[in-house]
């Protein structure tokens, strides 16, 4: 399984270009690694995660063809994570020589932002589908479960477990510490790579709500171990850093080296 991250920014994106902090300005000076957009990730070039508003830059910067898109999972409806006005650049007349619909999963809300801005496109180039945590539907050639996350009190975040050829992974964002049906779901499924918010630094908080710091990447690792969630030679990948976070990328390295965990970059592909 190839996953290929695009944006690896909370919402506000690192830098954030209104932000004159010290770590935005630094992270400008710097370029590279430091330079984080919205976040979305794309699994073997054909099943997408989130559309963000930075998702037409990101589809320039690292030549991808938005058309082979077959399948886009939506986490939830932020706006760093759905722009569904954007797909209408998607539609007929505007997209030539497309061969399939682009399926949208999500959840009710998720149902309603593309009923609004692209329902009126629907057939050719648009199919909907509502998901419902805990459900586990076929999409393509794999089998994807949405779990509940902890994040927005007001909407029904969803996260997403994909199996597919053999391998299984998590997207584990957004979201706090998960809430006790998605760890009892989890428990014993040896998930081959999760991948983790780590939207904070260091906050003191060991099971933080809505986003997850340090200390709470570094306790659900103790979790995976302790519920046989992830495999013994599995990856956990942090990803969607915040600016407030006041820690640019070699400083998010040098903390979860001794730990193994990766830390992600705009641009970075990863097999599983
Ligand atoms: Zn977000
Ligand atoms: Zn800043
Ligand atoms: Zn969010």
Redesign the pocket.
Known sequence: MKIHFLGTA??EGFPNAFCRCEHCLKARKLGGKNIRTR?SAIIDDVIKFDYSPDSYMQALRDDIDLGAIEHLLVTHT?S??FNAYDLECRRTGIAHELQHPLHIYGNDAVMYHTRVAIGRFAGERFAFHLLRPYETITVGDARVTPLLADHDSMETCLLYVIEKEGKKLLYG??SGWFPEATWAWLKGKQVDCAILDCTHGYTGKSRDRNHMCIETVLEAQREFRKENILKEEGHIIVT?FSHNSKLLHDEFEDIFKPAGIVVAHDGLIVHI
Do not use: E, F, K, N
């Open positions: 909370a919402a976040s932020h760093d994570h964002h957004d969607h």
